[in-house]
């Protein structure tokens, strides 16, 4: 572009593509099992910007997101949840285009493997 010309438009990113982008990413990390419900608590603060298993929110452009997981059971807990961050902040800001604030981990339980009978 020239210094005289303007982009052609405005492009905006729906949230439910952040949480689509941090879904996807963190189920991708080896050791997560699933995504958990958020705790009743968070949910009656936090209606906006929630999915199963995420909460994000926008401010000043910076993207803060919380996942709530459940992991496989016989994982190093730290080391998965250092990778679910490190990767969910690097795929919203290489795919989205936005600054990643923060990127929560709650680890809510650790699948056993073990049914009931």
């Not at 052609?8 to 952040?18: C, N, Q, S, Y």
Request: some cysteine; overall charge negative.
């Amino acid at each position: 572009m020239t210094e005289n010309s303007r982009p052609p438009g405005k492009t905006t990113i729906a949230p439910e593509v952040l949480v689509s982008v941090a879904r996807l990413t963190a189920l991708g990390v080896p050791g997560v099992n699933r995504l958990a419900t958020i705790p009743s608590e968070v949910e009656r603060f936090f209606s906006r910007g929630m999915s199963e298993g995420i909460k994000i929110t926008v401010e000043n452009d910076h993207v803060y997101i919380d996942l709530y997981v459940i992991l496989n059971r016989d994982v190093k807990v730290r080391e998965v949840c250092r990778a679910i961050q490190q990767q969910v902040a690097r795929a919203v800001s290489e795919l989205v285009g936005m600054e990643v604030g923060r990127v929560n981990v709650h680890v809510e339980d650790v699948e056993t493997g073990v049914t009931a009978n």
